[in-house]
T-cell receptor, first 109, second 114 residues
Framework: GQNIDQPTEMTATEGAIVQINCTYQ??????LFWYQQHAGEAPTFLSY????GLEEKGRFSSFLSRSKGYSYLLLKELQMKDSASYLC??????????FGTGTRLTVIP | DAGITQSPRHKVTETGTPVTLRCHQT?????MYWYRQDPGHGLRLIHY???????DKGEVSDGYSVSRSKTEDFLLTLESATSSQTSVYFC?????????????FGPGTRLTVL
Protein backbone atom coordinates (compact mmCIF):
# COMPACT_ATOMS: atom_id res chain seq x y z
CA GLY A 1 0.00 0.00 0.00
CA GLN A 2 0.84 3.66 -0.11
CA ASN A 3 1.34 5.91 2.90
CA ILE A 4 2.28 9.57 3.26
CA ASP A 5 2.57 11.29 6.63
CA GLN A 6 2.46 15.03 7.23
CA PRO A 7 1.67 17.01 10.39
CA THR A 8 -2.00 17.98 10.46
CA GLU A 9 -1.54 21.57 11.60
CA MET A 10 1.26 24.07 12.16
CA THR A 11 1.36 27.67 13.33
CA ALA A 12 4.14 30.16 12.60
CA THR A 13 4.75 33.88 12.94
CA GLU A 14 4.80 36.39 10.12
CA GLY A 15 8.37 36.96 8.91
CA ALA A 16 9.64 33.67 10.32
CA ILE A 17 10.74 30.43 8.64
CA VAL A 18 8.69 27.22 8.80
CA GLN A 19 9.54 23.68 7.70
CA ILE A 20 6.76 21.24 6.78
CA ASN A 21 7.87 17.62 6.77
CA CYS A 22 6.59 14.74 4.68
CA THR A 23 7.54 11.08 4.98
CA TYR A 24 6.40 8.47 2.52
CA GLN A 25 6.30 4.73 1.98
CA UNK A 26 5.11 3.96 -1.52
CA UNK A 27 5.40 1.17 -4.07
CA UNK A 28 7.22 3.05 -6.76
CA UNK A 29 8.59 6.57 -6.79
CA UNK A 30 8.94 8.92 -9.73
CA UNK A 31 9.12 12.22 -7.91
CA LEU A 32 7.62 14.25 -5.11
CA PHE A 33 5.35 17.27 -5.49
CA TRP A 34 4.25 20.03 -3.15
CA TYR A 35 0.99 21.87 -3.67
CA GLN A 36 -0.53 24.85 -1.88
CA GLN A 37 -4.27 24.99 -1.29
CA HIS A 38 -6.08 27.99 0.15
CA ALA A 39 -9.40 27.29 1.84
CA GLY A 40 -12.18 26.78 -0.69
CA GLU A 41 -9.81 26.83 -3.65
CA ALA A 42 -8.03 24.35 -5.91
CA PRO A 43 -4.52 23.08 -5.17
CA THR A 44 -1.77 24.97 -6.99
CA PHE A 45 1.63 23.55 -7.90
CA LEU A 46 4.59 24.74 -5.83
CA SER A 47 7.56 22.47 -6.42
CA TYR A 48 8.87 19.14 -7.66
CA UNK A 49 11.83 16.98 -6.59
CA UNK A 50 12.98 13.82 -8.30
CA UNK A 51 16.64 13.78 -7.25
CA UNK A 52 18.05 14.12 -3.75
CA GLY A 53 18.77 17.63 -2.61
CA LEU A 54 17.31 21.07 -2.32
CA GLU A 55 15.28 22.92 -4.96
CA GLU A 56 14.88 26.64 -4.34
CA LYS A 57 12.15 28.83 -5.78
CA GLY A 58 12.06 32.29 -4.27
CA ARG A 59 10.78 32.13 -0.70
CA PHE A 60 9.95 28.43 -1.06
CA SER A 61 12.43 25.53 -1.08
CA SER A 62 11.84 21.80 -1.16
CA PHE A 63 14.20 19.03 -0.10
CA LEU A 64 14.19 15.33 -0.92
CA SER A 65 16.00 12.29 0.48
CA ARG A 66 14.91 9.21 -1.44
CA SER A 67 16.87 6.80 0.78
CA LYS A 68 15.01 8.09 3.85
CA GLY A 69 11.62 8.51 2.17
CA TYR A 70 11.59 12.09 3.37
CA SER A 71 10.90 15.54 2.03
CA TYR A 72 10.33 18.97 3.49
CA LEU A 73 8.97 22.26 2.27
CA LEU A 74 10.68 25.35 3.66
CA LEU A 75 8.88 28.67 3.62
CA LYS A 76 10.93 31.77 4.41
CA GLU A 77 9.86 35.31 5.29
CA LEU A 78 6.36 34.11 6.04
CA GLN A 79 3.49 36.31 4.95
CA MET A 80 -0.13 36.22 6.06
CA LYS A 81 -1.12 35.03 2.57
CA ASP A 82 0.93 31.86 3.15
CA SER A 83 -1.81 30.63 5.50
CA ALA A 84 -3.05 27.59 3.56
CA SER A 85 -2.84 23.82 3.41
CA TYR A 86 0.31 22.30 1.95
CA LEU A 87 -0.07 18.95 0.22
CA CYS A 88 2.74 16.46 -0.30
CA UNK A 89 2.22 14.05 -3.22
CA UNK A 90 4.30 11.18 -4.61
CA UNK A 91 4.27 10.39 -8.31
CA UNK A 92 3.72 6.68 -8.83
CA UNK A 93 4.03 5.19 -12.28
CA UNK A 94 3.97 7.35 -15.37
CA UNK A 95 1.45 9.95 -14.34
CA UNK A 96 -0.45 9.21 -11.16
CA UNK A 97 -0.10 11.13 -7.90
CA UNK A 98 -0.76 9.82 -4.40
CA PHE A 99 -1.49 12.64 -1.94
CA GLY A 100 -0.96 13.03 1.77
CA THR A 101 -3.73 14.53 3.87
CA GLY A 102 -2.06 17.94 3.94
CA THR A 103 -0.69 20.31 6.57
CA ARG A 104 -2.78 23.34 7.51
CA LEU A 105 -0.43 26.27 8.16
CA THR A 106 -1.65 29.29 10.06
CA VAL A 107 0.51 32.42 9.96
CA ILE A 108 -0.05 34.77 12.89
CA PRO A 109 1.03 38.43 13.17
CA ASP B 1 -4.16 28.97 -15.60
CA ALA B 2 -4.31 25.62 -17.43
CA GLY B 3 -7.66 26.41 -19.05
CA ILE B 4 -9.75 24.00 -16.95
CA THR B 5 -13.36 24.60 -16.09
CA GLN B 6 -15.75 22.44 -14.11
CA SER B 7 -19.53 22.44 -14.11
CA PRO B 8 -21.58 22.70 -12.09
CA ARG B 9 -19.58 24.40 -9.34
CA HIS B 10 -22.13 23.50 -6.69
CA LYS B 11 -24.83 20.85 -6.68
CA VAL B 12 -27.26 19.50 -4.12
CA THR B 13 -29.01 16.26 -5.00
CA GLU B 14 -30.91 13.45 -3.34
CA THR B 15 -29.81 9.91 -2.63
CA GLY B 16 -30.45 7.59 -5.56
CA THR B 17 -30.39 10.21 -8.29
CA PRO B 18 -27.85 10.18 -11.12
CA VAL B 19 -25.34 13.02 -11.26
CA THR B 20 -22.86 14.00 -13.98
CA LEU B 21 -19.99 16.39 -13.43
CA ARG B 22 -18.18 17.90 -16.38
CA CYS B 23 -14.55 18.87 -16.78
CA HIS B 24 -13.58 20.93 -19.82
CA GLN B 25 -10.08 21.88 -20.95
CA THR B 26 -9.02 24.11 -23.80
CA UNK B 27 -5.37 23.14 -24.30
CA UNK B 28 -5.52 19.65 -25.79
CA UNK B 29 -3.96 17.84 -22.83
CA UNK B 30 -3.90 14.08 -23.17
CA UNK B 31 -4.17 13.12 -19.49
CA MET B 32 -7.15 14.10 -17.36
CA TYR B 33 -8.07 13.06 -13.81
CA TRP B 34 -10.95 13.10 -11.36
CA TYR B 35 -10.22 13.37 -7.63
CA ARG B 36 -12.36 13.73 -4.57
CA GLN B 37 -11.25 15.59 -1.47
CA ASP B 38 -12.61 14.86 1.99
CA PRO B 39 -11.44 15.94 5.44
CA GLY B 40 -8.88 13.50 6.83
CA HIS B 41 -8.33 11.83 3.47
CA GLY B 42 -6.68 14.36 1.24
CA LEU B 43 -7.09 14.08 -2.51
CA ARG B 44 -7.97 10.61 -3.78
CA LEU B 45 -7.95 9.55 -7.41
CA ILE B 46 -11.27 8.27 -8.75
CA HIS B 47 -10.58 7.70 -12.46
CA TYR B 48 -8.20 9.03 -15.05
CA UNK B 49 -8.00 9.19 -18.83
CA UNK B 50 -4.99 8.97 -21.12
CA UNK B 51 -6.82 9.74 -24.33
CA UNK B 52 -10.19 9.72 -26.05
CA UNK B 53 -12.09 6.61 -24.95
CA UNK B 54 -9.07 5.50 -22.86
CA UNK B 55 -9.80 5.50 -19.13
CA ASP B 56 -8.70 3.60 -16.06
CA LYS B 57 -9.67 3.24 -12.42
CA GLY B 58 -8.05 5.00 -9.52
CA GLU B 59 -8.01 4.36 -5.81
CA VAL B 60 -11.71 5.02 -5.09
CA SER B 61 -13.59 4.17 -8.30
CA ASP B 62 -16.52 2.20 -6.84
CA GLY B 63 -19.83 3.95 -7.57
CA TYR B 64 -18.34 6.17 -10.29
CA SER B 65 -18.02 5.91 -14.04
CA VAL B 66 -16.31 8.20 -16.55
CA SER B 67 -16.41 8.94 -20.23
CA ARG B 68 -14.17 10.82 -22.61
CA SER B 69 -15.59 11.09 -26.11
CA LYS B 70 -13.66 14.27 -26.95
CA THR B 71 -10.18 15.40 -25.92
CA GLU B 72 -11.53 18.47 -24.19
CA ASP B 73 -14.26 16.88 -22.04
CA PHE B 74 -14.00 14.34 -19.22
CA LEU B 75 -17.28 13.42 -17.54
CA LEU B 76 -17.71 11.86 -14.11
CA THR B 77 -21.03 10.11 -13.44
CA LEU B 78 -22.50 8.93 -10.18
CA GLU B 79 -25.11 6.43 -11.37
CA SER B 80 -27.03 6.48 -8.08
CA ALA B 81 -25.68 9.05 -5.66
CA THR B 82 -25.17 8.15 -2.00
CA SER B 83 -24.49 10.35 1.01
CA SER B 84 -20.94 8.98 1.16
CA GLN B 85 -20.30 10.68 -2.18
CA THR B 86 -20.81 14.11 -0.65
CA SER B 87 -17.43 15.68 -1.35
CA VAL B 88 -15.50 18.26 -3.30
CA TYR B 89 -14.55 16.95 -6.72
CA PHE B 90 -11.51 18.25 -8.58
CA CYS B 91 -10.59 17.65 -12.17
CA UNK B 92 -6.94 17.88 -13.19
CA UNK B 93 -4.87 17.79 -16.35
CA UNK B 94 -1.25 16.77 -16.76
CA UNK B 95 1.03 19.20 -18.57
CA UNK B 96 4.50 18.24 -19.72
CA UNK B 97 7.52 20.52 -19.64
CA UNK B 98 10.66 18.65 -20.58
CA UNK B 99 10.98 15.72 -18.17
CA UNK B 100 8.40 17.14 -15.79
CA UNK B 101 4.71 16.21 -15.87
CA UNK B 102 2.76 18.47 -13.56
CA UNK B 103 -0.89 18.17 -12.66
CA UNK B 104 -2.98 21.34 -12.64
CA PHE B 105 -6.38 21.45 -11.04
CA GLY B 106 -9.72 22.89 -11.99
CA PRO B 107 -11.74 25.04 -9.53
CA GLY B 108 -13.69 22.12 -8.07
CA THR B 109 -17.33 21.07 -7.72
CA ARG B 110 -18.93 20.89 -4.30
CA LEU B 111 -21.49 18.07 -4.32
CA THR B 112 -23.94 17.45 -1.49
CA VAL B 113 -26.04 14.30 -1.49
CA LEU B 114 -28.97 14.46 0.92
Amino acid sequence: GQNIDQPTEMTATEGAIVQINCTYQTSGFNGLFWYQQHAGEAPTFLSYNVLDGLEEKGRFSSFLSRSKGYSYLLLKELQMKDSASYLCAVKIGANNLFFGTGTRLTVIP
Amino acid sequence: DAGITQSPRHKVTETGTPVTLRCHQTENHRYMYWYRQDPGHGLRLIHYSYGVKDTDKGEVSDGYSVSRSKTEDFLLTLESATSSQTSVYFCAISESSGQLDTQYFGPGTRLTVL
